[in-house]
């Protein structure tokens, strides 16, 4: 079928998908390029599609094309994407052995840069607080470099979770700017989560409080802070160097 | 003097320094805030300075008053600043001993965030090829938090100031996906360039053959590359640990 219209209903719900807060209800998110869509269909995610009129398409995946105008209308970037696509998210609620905690990270490229370098250095799970930016939205999206559906996304109360690693007996660093203890005198081991703060504030004094142990990173004093996607990395990069 | 018209000549020659080319050929560049003016004025490379009216100004420099008006003509972004100079560029045209040779590296944010990285871990000179984004940019030096003065910068041709590298006897480090030198075989001295490359297409081939050794950072081969803002906190933290 080719939908030609913007206010088709299906195309109205997935606009409505781009807001924060109906698609955290709906638990659906949008992707854009085949190069999510082919993952979420690899991982059973994708409940809608839709291609632009004059592609071909080879999934097999049930899929409607619409017009240049319907397909811009979808998406938030400038250059107008062949294929959209709705997938469920990737959420499944299991702790893995190695864990990222971010503690209110607002910036989009920010997170997105963050679930790239856990891909990268063996990171299972990726836990956000209510309060982070979306890992759905899609600036994190581009951010990632098509690296979503290879990470274990949990977002919910930090407080729990952080209770539930705990019980697994797995020790929870947190990064400090003012922590008397530096990176490399952490012990490598198979099973640890990490905790980011926000960019402005770092970490919540009440998840500070909860870690097994606060690290800083040394660097030369003229230098304030690190950005938390390099900080993220360079710790990181060092656990997995195990 | 309180200036009120957007056309004033200064007012104008402002303005025309946002723009990359203008900003090169006359080696000035527009700063934003007291923090990058105190900087300004530490080192002696202020030039000019506008202060929003009704704000008091304690510098021992000579001054206008603006209109909003006229300061939100000045400044490209959406909060208008309090005050507003125009400082020299940094250039010294010095080559230090610890160095970061950015070949091509086009998004301001990279580049602002890689500077913050050099002054964290003690680089003193960064060279940028003459296609890299200025790192007189805004959008730069909004992502260096202010560090941009903490740091030698040179805009040069990178086969001359390569030369002029080795010269001085300072090995030269590429980073490469395809190396077959991990980070960590990489022996940590006084003295060092490292240099980084393009978020496309990496380190041209022309500069990659220059280097005296190319390494890679390991990582789980699901994740194609790193951020280049993160891979040179890595890198650099790396050799800063000695």
């Known amino acids: 079928m080719l939908i030609t219209s913007r206010d088709n209903n299906k195309i109205k719900h997935v606009r409505k998908l781009l807001d924060k807060k109906i698609s955290m209800n709906e638990g659906l998110f949008v992707i854009e390029g085949e190069n999510l869509v082919e993952e979420a269909i690899k ?19 049930n899929y409607d094309y619409v017009t240049l105008d319907v397909m811009k209308s979808m998406s938030p970037l400038n250059s107008t994407p062949r294929i959209i696509g709705v997938s469920k998210f990737i959420n499944k609620n299991e702790l893995g052995d190695r864990i990222v905690i971010l503690d209110e990270v ?4 920010n997170v997105g840069t963050i679930i790239r370098n856990c891909v990268a250095f063996n990171i299972d799970t990726i836990v956000l607080s209510k309060g982070c930016v979306s890992p759905y939205n899609d600036k994190v999206l581009r951010s990632t470099g098509g690296m979503i559906y ?8 930090l407080d729990n979770i952080i209770e539930e690693i705990k019980k697994r007996n797995i020790k929870i660093y947190g990064t400090s700017l003012k922590s008397s203890i530096s ?13 980011f703060g926000n960019e402005g504030n770092g970490i919540s004094e009440n998840v500070l409080n909860k870690c097994d142990m606060n690290v800083r990173i040394d660097m030369n004093e003229q230098c304030e802070s690190l950005n938390v996607g390099v900080s993220s990395g360079i710790v990181l990069y060092y656990m997995y160097k195990g």
């Open 150 to 157: 290879n990470i274990n996304i949990i977002i919910g109360n």
């Open 43 to 61: 991982n059973n995610l994708l409940t809608e599609l839709y291609v632009l009129e004059g592609n071909k398409c080879n999934y097999n995946f």
């Open 183 to 195: 990176l490399n005198n952490i012990p490598k081991t198979n099973k640890y989560a990490i905790c």
């Open 106 to 109: 607002q910036d989009p490229g």
